[in-house]
């Protein structure tokens, strides 16, 4: 049973546009949502990250938008480039130390 | 400050033979923390360990798979008698356990295990 549902699987934006990802989740006991952003073959960096008594955080050109009645989160890319062409993954914190991770979403930034 | 280191990079192992993926966290850190990921799929959380302690280990199959970071040296994941559905990127995460950021997990760039 997926605890993260991350929409949508692919991404294509034109370079200079908004790049929106979103995430559902179920379980109020989540505590803190953090983004990752991960380039072929290396590891997942963490991006930014909220947590659930914040309804936005905004850090550069990324932007967490949160709505804790909905139990949704989304990660705003503006003014999207081609090196942000990654594959993305909201995650979700429970009792500390257990991170569930969506399915992830491969953004295509094109020139 | 180097960051999480994980090796080998790439393992190949036959049906049947055993694998040791390695895991040194970033300096200062005491959690260690693995995951799986498939490919096409997210990361799926397997097991957590504090030096010389798993404290969460509900994702690891029950068997074959066991996982250990010892007092010294570097936290290792031991998957015996591999078999084809095995084959995945294995991450490694730390995470300090102290402080401001003590939950925030840092990831080491993978080992690509492929059983043939």
């Known amino acids: 049973q997926q605890q993260v549902k991350q929409s949508p699987q692919s991404l294509i934006v034109q370079k200079g546009g908004i790049s929106i990802i979103n995430c559902a989740y179920e379980n109020t006991a989540f505590d803190y949502f953090p983004w990752y952003q991960q380039f072929p073959g290396k590891g997942p960096a963490l991006l930014i990250a909220i947590r659930p008594d914040v309804s936005e955080k905004k850090e550069g050109r990324f932007t967490i938008s949160f709505n804790k009645s909905a139990k949704q989160f989304s990660l705003h890319i503006m003014d999207s480039q081609p090196g942000d062409s990654a594959t993305y993954f909201c995650?979700?914190?429970?009792?500390?130390?257990?991170?569930?991770f969506g399915s992830g979403t491969k953004l295509n930034v094109k020139p | 400050n180097a960051g999480v280191m994980q090796n080998p990079r790439h393992l190949v192992r036959r049906r049947g033979q055993e694998a040791r993926l390695r895991c040194s966290p970033m300096?200062?850190?005491?959690?260690v923390y693995w995951y799986r990921q498939l490919p096409e799929e997210g990361l799926k959380f397997m097991v957590y360990l504090q030096k010389e302690n798993i404290i969460d280990e509900s994702g690891m199959p029950k068997e074959r798979f066991s996982a250990e970071f010892p007092k010294e040296g570097p936290s290792i994941l031991r998957i015996q008698q591999v078999v084809r559905g095995d084959s995945a990127a294995y991450f490694c995460?730390?995470?300090?356990?102290w402080g401001p950021g003590l939950y925030e997990q840092y990831f080491g760039p993978g080992t690509r295990l492929t059983v043939t």
């Open positions: 995650a979700a914190r429970y009792n500390f130390n257990k991170f569930y």
């Open positions: 995460a730390s995470s300090p356990g």
């Open positions: 300096k200062g850190h005491s959690h």
